[in-house]
């Protein structure tokens, strides 16, 4: 039977059930949160003299926990209107809605027998094609569903999504021994292309992959530091980035998951396995008495660390006391911030024997890696199930058997057995047979070993992975800044690859070699990379040191280049795709903007932030944001030009970066000639899709614009809104000042309203604007500040 889902219910409504519930609407998928009846009435709904029978008390629970979307941070939705998707009820009254969906999420609370009553509640109503599964953290999957029918049995898994679903990539899929092969296989896709995740299956065991593997190095870390007199402030020194995970460490994560959660996932294994496993899941006495205390984290305002009048201090685990925070620097550490990239950082310090740092680094990886290797085949079928789950579930940006691969799989298994450790056997014979490394690449494929020989790693043919573009087919042309790729099919890949992908000359030069280049020998052109970032504005650096030297000739001559690079991307005679995701600011939307379609990734941030240095965009930014907006209109209509351009010096003033691509199109940034890819990996295969359309299509450049502008009356208005905002302390004079140039650039100069001007009209006003700014000694604050601080100067 061909599945799908077009909708869905999801019971339970709390952080994680309507975090669920928010994904699911942000994809467009409509939604039904159910929760309990609640017992009680509130003082409130008394006082309007409701009753228990009235549908507002009967639905309170879930309402609430809709309502509450709105205010968590990091946001949950992408958009409010998604909240629209998402209809509220009780499981009791609106069981029968249950019979309308095609899928059906279980994320009520962490006990066996509280969920199979709710799956006995489910396999009343639910349709015989719906698709059942559960949410749970760890409990089995296999006990929750045993008492219903075998129809349920067969559609039925479990789907542990990751807190918050809308950013944490990693979705373990567990199947049953019942499970309909074509329900897994359906499920696992659909995971991939319509909820954007990495999808890992595991077996059904306690805390399944990442969870299993994640607590582990957590109680490792924390009966170390003990053991080693660390302090909580040492430990994430050194347990964060320094080692290829996030800056949260471990215990500022353990701050943000939770004490109390974290210490019932613990509970979980404690309570299923025995021996020195069983030790470890037992959570030491300090943090007992934490939970005693209710220090559990973020969510009570004090755990590992509390903030007090501004200041940061730890807990000492021996006292219970705060205490200044501690950092631990040691040469390992001074030697690993030397090195570039994790694999290198982690050699550096596992290997500085006899530092306390490297010691402290060794001693807690591994046992992480034995433990891993130690659980191959009862957890997951192969290693890169288990790295997998570890990078997308915890952040980590190796899993345990890539660390392995980066300190040295041999000397680290001698140096194990040495110090008395016993080494999986299925490694020592690897090892034997001549085989150091579990991921061997080349030829743009890459093999793992699976516990007897190597194996090809299958790559989904919409995760493309530039790193094997360039071995497979080579690169173009490069310099410094960017590099021209073949990615197949007649389409060529431009990927950023300067520092934070800002934009200088070199990459100018690059943008306009790969249109001339395309227009001869491809289909289109796809501009995007695999950086952290699809970029964050020009080399603000570069053009403040010029200014300060006073070069406003060669100032003027950048920002000439860069327009011209922008409008050769408009006026491609091939069609330019612009792949866009997270940071795309100031320069980075200005190469965006004009490109023939935007293909961008659900979590894209675009402005034009110019305004928050003392700037307006001088690229063709504010132009081209004009520009979308009118086209986004009907044809045919009448509208009303001012309340565009109002719009448009709205955005540019506040520099107003959307917080997703769903916003993005709400501000305009993106319009109906642009797609949102559902799975970021999926982001440069969609893109190299779209150039294909367009050109099959019969694709053609666009003729030269002429642009109607809002002129004298429109510059007026623009100009009295911020003089407004001065007036009542918003904002400063210099404000005002750059303010004026932006409203003179958009208004079109001294003209009437309605008047038809030349796209390089707007050009120049835009670029004599960005050019008097910069030499403004407060604009020039503005950016020195920006550059140190990293964050704006208000002057």
Known sequence: MKHSINSAAVLGSGVMGSGIAAHLANLGIPVIMLDIVPRNLTKEEEQKGLTMEHPEVRNRIAEASKKALLKQKPSPITTKKS????????????????????????????????????????????????????????????????????NMKSHFLGT??????????????????????????????????????????????????????????????????????????????????????????????????????????????????????????????????????????????????????????????????????????????????????SRRKLKALVYAEGDKAGDFVWSVLKPVLLYSANLLGEIADDIVSIDQAMKWGFGWELGPFEIWDAIGVRKSAERMLAEGENVPEWITTMLDNGNEEFYKTGSGKVQFYNGSEYVLKKFNKKEINIKNLKEINGVIKENTGASLIDMGDGVALLEFHSKSNAIGLDIIQMVNYAIDETAKNYEGLVIGNQGKNFCVGANLAMMLMEAQDDNFYELDMVIRQFQNMAMNIKYSKK???????????????????????????????????????????????????????????????????????????EKVATAAVSTSAAEALEHGFLNKRDMISTNPAHLLFDAKQRVLSLAKSGYTKPRQEMIPVVGDAGYAAMLMGAKSLQFGGYASEHDVKIAEKLAYALSGGRVKEGTLIDEQVMLDLEREAFLSLIAEPLTQARMQHMLVKGKPLRN
């Open 160 to 341: 542990h999504f990751f807190n918050p679903p809308r950013y944490l990539k990693l979705l373990e899929v567990i199947p049953t021994k019942h499970t309909d092969p074509e329900v897994l296989s359906f499920m696992k896709q659909f995971g991939e292309d319509v909820l954007g995740k990495g999808v890992v299956e595991a077996k059904n065991t306690p805390n399944f992959i990442a969870n299993r593997i994640g607590t582990y190095g957590l109680l490792v870390t924390v009966r170390e530091m003990q053991r080693g007199g660390y302090s909580v402030g040492e430990v994430d020194s050194v347990t964060g980035p320094l080692i290829g995970r996030p800056k949260s460490a471990t215990f500022r994560t353990l701050d943000v998951v939770g004490l109390d959660t974290f210490s019932h996932v613990a509970k979980n294994v404690y309570d299923q396995v025995d021996g020195s496993e069983k030790e470890i899941f037992d959570i030491p006495d300090f943090m007992k008495k934490m939970l005693e205390n209710g220090w559990f984290g973020a969510k009570s305002g004090q755990g590992f660390f509390v903030k007090r009048n501004r200041v940061i201090y730890e807990l000492n685990p021996e006292t219970l006391e705060y205490e200044d925070r501690k950092q631990l620097k040691t040469p390992a550490t001074e030697m690993a911030r030397q090195e570039k990239g």
């Open 575 to 649: 069609p330019v795709v612009a792949a866009a995701f997270n940071m795309t600011l100031g320069g980075g939307a200005e190469v965006s903007l004009p490109a023939a379609a935007i293909q961008a990734s659900p979590e894209t941030y675009i402005g034009l932030v110019e305004f928050g240095v003392g700037l307006i965009p001088g690229g063709g930014g504010t132009k081209e944001l004009y520009l979308k907006q009118l086209r986004n209109l009907p044809q045919g209509i009448d509208f009303d030009l001012t309340k565009i351009a109002n719009h448009v010096f």
């Open 83 to 150: 909240l629209d998707l998402i209809a509220t009820g009780n499981l009791e009254d609106n069981l029968e809605q249950l019979t309308e969906v095609d899928w059906i999420v279980e994320v009520v609370v962490e006990n066996l027998e509280v969920k199979k009553k709710v799956f006995a509640t489910i396999d009343k109503y639910r349709k015989e094609d719906t698709i059942v599964s559960s949410n749970t953290s760890g409990i089995s999957v296999e006990a929750m569903i045993e008492d219903c029918s075998e």
